[in-house]
């Protein structure tokens, strides 16, 4: 399998391709943090993808635009590799920061830029299904990368998200309660006075659901039987409505065995 990785990697960088390696590769490069993964993870830029997915196939690899608003697959009969160029909620598109930002490291013994800690933590923090939720991976980023992460980047990267961010920066207080001064008072302060402003002024009149935006499936009641609006369906997200439908009928066969 690994050598199938490697084929892929030699693929792109001998055509001239940028890409990013992350997924658990890019976590231990951070963290030290081992696990086995069943898959690959490359980044790319959404107007790369095309030409990425061109060069596998030209290499004999199986690919496919599995869906249209955020990732392909490359296979062959060792394995696949994701071909990632936003974030399943369409809300952390693959920019130019992505790459300007990358670490630089060994994957297979190859030479690899890795996606960056903060674009790491800003697209996992919207990972919180019932069969996956990926706070673990941000604490021990924040844990092991607290003096070099870049705050005041990491703050804008969430913009009007930034309760999901101060969520899992409350949560690290708790489970590291010896390490919570880690994050800058800034930061934290700077959160507290945006939710004290929230809390003087009166909540929007639109019933809206942004649940859709951390879990595809635990909102769903919310948006098709008590009538709240998906923030999918508005600038909050790229997602178009065939994206949020075909994202949404993909539930079932990604929880087959």
Same mark, same amino acid.
């Given at each position: #399998?690994?050598?199938?990785?490697?084929?892929? #990697?030699?693929?792109?960088?001998?055509?001239?391709?940028?890409?990013?390696?992350?997924?658990?590769?890019?976590?231990?490069?951070? !963290?030290?943090?081992?696990?086995? !993964?069943?898959? &690959?993870?490359?980044?790319?830029?959404?107007?790369?993808?095309?030409?990425? #997915?061109?060069?596998?196939?030209?290499?004999? /690899?199986?690919?496919?635009? !599995? &869906?249209?608003?955020?990732?392909?697959?490359?296979?062959?009969?060792?394995?696949?590799?994701?071909?990632?160029? *936003? +974030?399943?909620?369409?809300?952390?598109?693959?920019?130019?920061?992505?790459?300007?930002?990358?670490?630089?490291?060994?994957?297979?013994? =190859?030479?690899?830029? =890795?996606?960056?800690?903060?674009?790491?933590?800003? +697209?996992?923090? /919207?990972?919180?299904?019932?069969?996956?939720?990926?706070?673990?991976?941000?604490?021990?980023?924040? =844990?092991?990368?607290?003096?070099?992460?870049?705050?005041?980047?990491?703050?804008?990267?969430?913009?009007?998200?930034?309760?999901?961010?101060? +969520?899992?920066?409350?949560? /690290?207080?708790?489970?590291?309660?010896?390490?919570? *001064?880690?994050?800058?008072?800034?930061? #934290? !302060?700077? /959160?507290?006075?945006?939710?004290?402003?929230?809390?003087?002024?009166?909540?929007?009149?639109?019933?809206?659901?942004?649940?859709?935006?951390?879990?595809?499936?635990?909102?769903?009641?919310?948006?098709?039987?008590?009538?709240?609006?998906?923030?999918?369906?508005? *600038?909050?997200?790229?997602?178009?409505?065939?994206?949020?439908?075909?994202?949404?009928?993909?539930?079932?066969?990604?929880?087959?065995?």
């Amino acid at each position: #399998m690994h050598d199938f990785y490697r084929r892929v #990697m030699e693929s792109l960088s001998d055509a001239g391709l940028p890409f990013l390696v992350g997924g658990g590769f890019a976590l231990s490069h951070y !963290t030290s943090v081992q696990r086995d !993964t069943k898959d &690959f993870d490359i980044f790319v830029r959404p107007a790369e993808y095309a030409p990425v #997915m061109k060069v596998l196939a030209r290499a004999g /690899f199986d690919t496919e635009l !599995t &869906f249209p608003h955020w990732l392909g697959k490359a296979s062959c009969q060792h394995g696949y590799v994701d071909v990632i160029f *936003n +974030s399943g909620n369409g809300v952390a598109p693959v920019d130019d920061d992505w790459f300007r930002h990358a670490a630089h490291g060994k994957v297979f013994g =190859l030479d690899a830029s =890795l996606c960056p800690v903060e674009e790491t933590i800003w +697209s996992k923090a /919207f990972i919180m299904e019932r069969e996956r939720y990926d706070a673990a991976d941000i604490m021990h980023l924040i =844990l092991a990368r607290a003096e070099n992460i870049n705050w005041a980047r990491l703050v804008a990267r969430f913009g009007p998200h930034w309760r999901v961010l101060f +969520s899992h920066l409350c949560l /690290f207080g708790f489970i590291y309660p010896s390490e919570r *001064n880690s994050i800058p008072d800034w930061v #934290m !302060t700077g /959160f507290m006075d945006r939710l004290g402003q929230e809390m003087r002024t009166p909540p929007p009149a639109e019933k809206t659901c942004q649940g859709t935006l951390l879990s595809r499936e635990q909102y769903l009641p919310d948006i098709q039987r008590w009538g709240l609006t998906d923030v999918r369906h508005t *600038n909050a997200s790229s997602m178009t409505p065939d994206d949020v439908v075909q994202w949404t009928k993909a539930i079932d066969d990604n929880k087959k065995p």
